[in-house]
C-alpha cells in the first residue's frame, strides 16, 4: 500500500478555487495511489474520493480550460464506455482518497477542525 503525504493538494481538489498544484494533479493521475494527504489550504479542509480514470482526466483537461470541443467528446465518450462496462462487468474502479487535513481555519485560523478518519 503507497500513500503519499504532501505540503499541498493537487489541482481542482479540495483546494479553495484552484489553489493547488497542477503538476502534482498530472503526476498523480496515472499512479492511482489508495491514499494522498495534504494540508496548507486550510480552506479545502475535507475528504473526497476519485477515481484518476479517463473520464476524470477528460474532465480535468476541460477544468483546465482547454479549448474545443474534443475534451467534451473525450469525456462523454469514456463515461458510456465506464458506465457499460460497470454495468456487464460489475467491476470497481481503482480510487484514490484524498485528505486535506488542515486543522486550523476560519479568517485567522482561530477554528480547531477534528481529524479525518480513513479507513483503506
Known sequence: MDILLTHGPPKWHLDANAL?????????QPTK???????????GYGYDVVAFDQVQVAYDDIVFGKKGIVPLI????????????????????KVTRL?????????????????????L
Not at 74 to 91: A, E, N, P, Q, R
Not at 99 to 107: D, F, L, Q
Open 20 to 28: 493547488g498544484n497542477e503538476y502534482l494533479l498530472k503526476e498523480l
Open 74 to 93: 473525450k469525456m462523454v465518450f469514456h463515461l458510456l464506455i465506464d458506465k457499460t462496462y460497470k454495468k456487464w462487468i460489475g467491476s470497481r474502479p
Open 99 to 119: 485528505v486535506n487535513a488542515a486543522v486550523v481555519g476560519g479568517r485567522r485560523n482561530e477554528e480547531t477542525r477534528p481529524p479525518i478518519v480513513v479507513s
Open 33 to 43: 495511489l489508495p491514499l494522498v494527504v495534504f494540508g496548507h489550504i486550510h480552506a
